[in-house]
């Protein structure tokens, strides 16, 4: 079993940048893909960026060159970079975790971005 927590989502106007974390514990050896997606209400959860156990990175065409996914350690604490923010981008980001057979999310952190 895998607890995510995610932290840093706050109001930013539009331009700024936010780092999101996401912290990993429990079963984190056997974490082989993370990722992080965001969620609009009413809105279908949409990936964002992921990066799996090799360091193999992907992004959503909304976050190519603006965003970048990262890592610390053996997957255990997961980062999201956002630059150049826009209103567009405000969504409650949530962290994901697959180990074999399972997925797990974080409760998610709001980024709100302000015009």
């Known amino acids: 079993q895998v607890a995510l927590a995610e932290s840093g989502g706050r109001m930013v106007q539009a331009g700024g940048s936010l780092r999101l974390s996401c912290a990993a514990s429990?079963?984190?050896?056997?974490?082989?893909?993370m990722g992080w997606y965001r969620q609009v209400p009413g809105e279908r959860r949409e990936l964002v960026a992921s990066i799996n156990s090799g360091g193999t990175t992907a992004y959503a065409d909304s976050a190519k060159g603006r965003f970048t996914i990262s890592r610390a350690g053996a997957l255990n604490t997961m980062y999201l970079q956002m630059n150049s923010l826009k209103p567009e981008d405000t969504a409650v980001y949530y962290c994901y975790a697959v180990i074999p057979g399972f997925g797990y999310w974080g409760q998610g952190t709001q980024v709100t971005v302000s015009s």
């Open positions: 429990g079963s984190i050896s056997s974490i082989n893909f």
